[in-house]
């Protein structure tokens, strides 16, 4: 993992293995989910006494790397091979 995103665990106890907040139960997607509708950083962190800014900033760089990865459909990855 980017040593940035430190705080971003997955395993596979935990969660099923979805990406969370340094191991806790306290999944990347519901943090992502609390800012996207507009809830404040202070109050996730209310809500959350265990979370640390950071790990916000962290759950927001994480989308932003997933969000840059580029998906190459089976087709067009066929009509590039028959195209060379």
Not at 25 to 49: D, F
Request: aromatic share 6%; proline share 5%.
């Amino acid at each position: 993992m980017l040593k940035h995103l430190d705080k971003i665990t997955f395993y596979p106890k935990i969660m099923t293995g979805k990406a969370c907040i340094r191991g806790m139960r306290i999944p990347i997607s519901l943090i992502l989910n609390l800012v996207a509708n507009g809830k404040p950083n202070q109050e996730i962190l209310e809500e959350y006494p265990d979370l640390e800014l950071e790990d916000i900033k962290q759950c927001l760089f994480y989308a932003v790397l997933l969000a840059e990865e580029r998906v190459i459909s089976i087709e067009k990855k066929q009509e590039l091979e028959s195209v060379k």
